[in-house]
């Protein structure tokens, strides 16, 4: 099949035994199948209709936040971001939001990066198995862009988040001293 795995035999088992065939380091770690079992490798799991001997998924908790984002403090024009580091078993998708208030009073969570021309979230997956990463740069930094930043992620058996804040100091409340040029004439 294009795209498959190549199985090669479990060390000390003969060639057409019938048992399953897979090479541990051509596939990192136990994957869940959709049938809702466990299977060692995507070897296995790709054999299943040959072998029954499977168990039921052993599925982690709700997704943990490994990394949690930290609290950054910056200037106006300045480029800022926040990371987020994620584990769960199947993985999970990471979303950044802010809390902002509505008009009303009441929080409100706006999904990021949104109509914001100064941001940009990135999420790729990793550094470890069942493990996520998500960024979100925001630059150049404005003072409406200070607030709680949520680092959310939620996979099949639940969700959540973390947060972290963003302080912006407005350059423009602060007028630089001026100094005369110095005189030509001496």
């Known amino acids: 099949q294009p795209g498959a795995y190549p199985c090669a035999p479990v060390p000390g088992q003969a060639a057409g035994s019938g048992a399953p065939r897979w090479s541990p380091g051509q596939s990192r770690g136990a994957v869940c199948g959709s049938d809702g079992r466990s299977y060692p490798s995507v070897c296995a799991l790709r054999l ?26 910056n200037v106006t024009g300045a480029q800022v971001y926040l990371s987020c580091e994620v584990r769960a078993v199947p993985t999970p998708v990471i979303t950044w939001r802010k809390v902002t208030q509505s008009p009303e009073g009441t929080q409100v969570l706006e999904d990021l990066p949104g ?3 100064n941001v940009a979230v990135q999420v790729r997956g990793g550094p470890s198995d069942h493990e996520a990463t998500a960024w979100i740069l925001i630059n150049p930094l404005r003072k409406e862009d200070e607030g709680v930043y949520l680092c959310h992620s939620a996979n099949a058996v639940g969700e959540a988040q973390s947060h972290g804040t963003v302080t912006v100091l407005d350059l423009s409340k602060y007028k630089a001293p001026h100094f005369p040029a110095p005189d030509d004439r001496m």
Do not use: F, Q
């Open 48 to 73: 299943r209709a040959r072998v029954k001997l499977v168990t039921p998924c052993l599925l982690l908790p709700a997704p943990v936040v490994v990394i949690p984002p930290r609290s950054v403090h």
């Open 115 to 117: 109509d914001h021309v």
